[in-house]
């Protein structure tokens, strides 16, 4: 098995992810910010080998960088999570230009970077699952660049799922849609639980958007 990488693996949904996919015995590539996070992540991962990397999502050769050293460790990804954004309250007109496209570069380009890397590869080995954590299921103006990008990952999934699916690629989002914290109805636990049901479904079973409504 060639494991599973996990992209912006911080202390929730990330790690919880991951210790999921390591319980089934698949090897896990960790990708955060900073070495601080991947770190402490690793150490609650059970079981086999744990990869960490440090990328920032919005830099393409970064991304792309810590994609092949992951893939040089574990052999080429059976799954890939996109677990990387930038949440945060804004309402209309608050955040300027420059905020916005820093918002967008990491909740969704990051996503396409990270799927133009390892998608054309799965394809070729007939198989494989990229998943994005997705939130905001209905628009809130409190939220603006949140909901603008959480928009932006759904249109995603589909151009993807054109591009890929035919070939084997299981593309798909696990829309989250509240505040994620250990013992709610947003437990980090329950959710991961939708990867590992995304990442094992027969195709024809597929499904491109779960949500998780607590």
Same mark, same amino acid.
């Given at each position: 098995?060639?494991?599973?990488?996990?992209?912006?693996?911080?202390?929730?949904?990330?790690?919880?992810?991951?210790? $999921?996919?390591?319980?089934?015995?698949?090897?896990?590539?960790?990708?955060?910010? #900073?070495?601080?996070?991947?770190?402490?992540?690793?150490?609650?991962?059970?079981?086999?080998?744990?990869?960490?990397?440090?990328? =920032?999502?919005? =830099?393409?050769?970064?991304?792309? *960088?810590?994609?092949?050293? %992951?893939?040089?460790?574990?052999?080429?990804?059976?799954?890939?999570?996109?677990?990387?954004?930038? &949440?945060?309250?804004?309402?209309? @007109?608050?955040?300027?230009? $420059?905020?916005?496209? +820093?918002?967008?570069?990491?909740?969704? &380009?990051?996503?396409? #970077?990270?799927?133009?890397?390892?998608?054309?590869?799965? %394809?070729?080995?007939?198989?494989?699952?990229?998943?994005?954590?997705?939130?905001?299921?209905?628009?809130?103006?409190?939220?603006?660049?949140?909901?603008?990008?959480?928009?932006?990952? $759904?249109?995603?999934?589909?151009?993807?799922?054109?591009?890929?699916?035919?070939?084997?690629?299981? &593309? %798909?989002?696990?829309?989250?849609?509240?505040?994620?914290?250990?013992?709610?109805?947003? +437990?980090? =636990? +329950?959710?991961?639980?939708?990867?590992? $049901?995304?990442? #094992?479904?027969?195709?024809?079973?597929? *499904?491109?958007?779960?949500?998780?409504? @607590?």
């Amino acid at each position: 098995m060639s494991g599973i990488i996990v992209i912006g693996a911080g202390s929730g949904i990330g790690r919880s992810v991951a210790a $999921r996919f390591a319980r089934e015995g698949l090897p896990v590539a960790l990708v955060a910010r #900073t070495d601080k996070t991947v770190k402490a992540v690793a150490e609650a991962i059970p079981g086999g080998p744990v990869v960490t990397l440090t990328a =920032d999502s919005a =830099d393409e050769t970064s991304l792309r *960088e810590a994609l092949d050293a %992951a893939a040089a460790e574990l052999g080429p990804p059976d799954a890939v999570v996109y677990n990387a954004a930038i &949440v945060r309250p804004d309402a209309p @007109g608050e955040l300027s230009v $420059r905020e916005h496209l +820093d918002v967008w570069a990491v909740n969704v &380009v990051g996503a396409l #970077t990270a799927a133009a890397h390892v998608a054309p590869g799965m %394809a070729e080995r007939g198989g494989g699952s990229f998943i994005v954590t997705g939130g905001m299921p209905e628009p809130r103006a409190e939220y603006v660049s949140l909901s603008l990008s959480k928009a932006g990952v $759904r249109t995603l999934v589909t151009l993807l799922d054109q591009e890929y699916g035919a070939a084997g690629v299981h &593309v %798909a989002s696990v829309t989250v849609a509240g505040a994620v914290a250990p013992g709610t109805a947003y +437990d980090p =636990d +329950d959710i991961a639980e939708h990867y590992w $049901r995304l990442h #094992t479904q027969p195709p024809s079973e597929w *499904e491109h958007e779960v949500v998780h409504g @607590g």
